[in-house]
């Protein structure tokens, strides 16, 4: 860093307008994880309790990913199981490395949009995984680096990108949802 950087820095607030851009770029990806979350929740009603209030959360620290916004909900629902576990729909959009989700066609960071049920019984997971991939839907599956979960997601690139990747994986869970319901 050099003097007439910090000079330049200070003079034009570039601190103060890069945080404002942090802050309002967080905002938006918040809102539209809210936006999931919901749609996600009105897919499969009986797994949640409406009074139950989402848990958001930021992290820009790259002890978990690079840097991630995520929203649990806890399936707390009359048709959410019951065995002392206590389920969660996550979710979210991590910034990891490629190679954490064995992805090598990615350069930079992947920018994952995507959902998992926390401490989901993991051979649902694999049924969901063996379904989605029978049925050939276009999204990726992966093991999680943080917990033994599946995680569902595509790549995003732009808002466009998200608004798609939404609506599929909506469908997705409206149609294995249910497979994390008691039996």
């Known amino acids: 860093m050099t003097d007439d950087f910090l000079s330049k820095g200070l003079e034009n607030d570039r601190y103060l307008k890069a945080l404002r851009l942090i802050e309002q770029f967080e905002d938006e990806i918040e809102a539209r994880l ?21 848990d958001i959360r930021t992290n820009r620290t790259p002890s978990s990913g690079l840097a991630h916004t995520r929203i649990n909900h806890s399936l707390y629902g009359p048709l959410a199981p019951d065995d002392g576990k206590t389920r969660k729909l996550n ?19 992947l920018r994952a949009f995507g959902y998992k049920i926390k401490n989901a019984d993991p051979g649902t997971d694999d049924r969901v995984v063996e379904q989605t991939q029978k049925e050939d839907w276009s999204i990726e599956t992966s093991g999680n680096p943080f917990d033994s979960n599946t995680v569902f997601y595509r790549h995003v690139s732009s808002v466009a990108d998200i608004e798609t990747t939404m609506e599929i994986l909506v469908d997705h869970f409206a149609e294995f949802g249910d497979e994390y319901a008691t039996n």
């Open 91 to 109: 979710v979210h959009l991590y910034w990891m490395p490629p190679e954490e989700y064995a992805r090598t066609d990615i350069d930079g960071a």
């Open 34 to 54: 809210r936006e999931f979350d919901q749609q996600m929740v009105d897919q499969q009603p009986g797994l949640f309790d409406a009074s139950t209030d989402p």
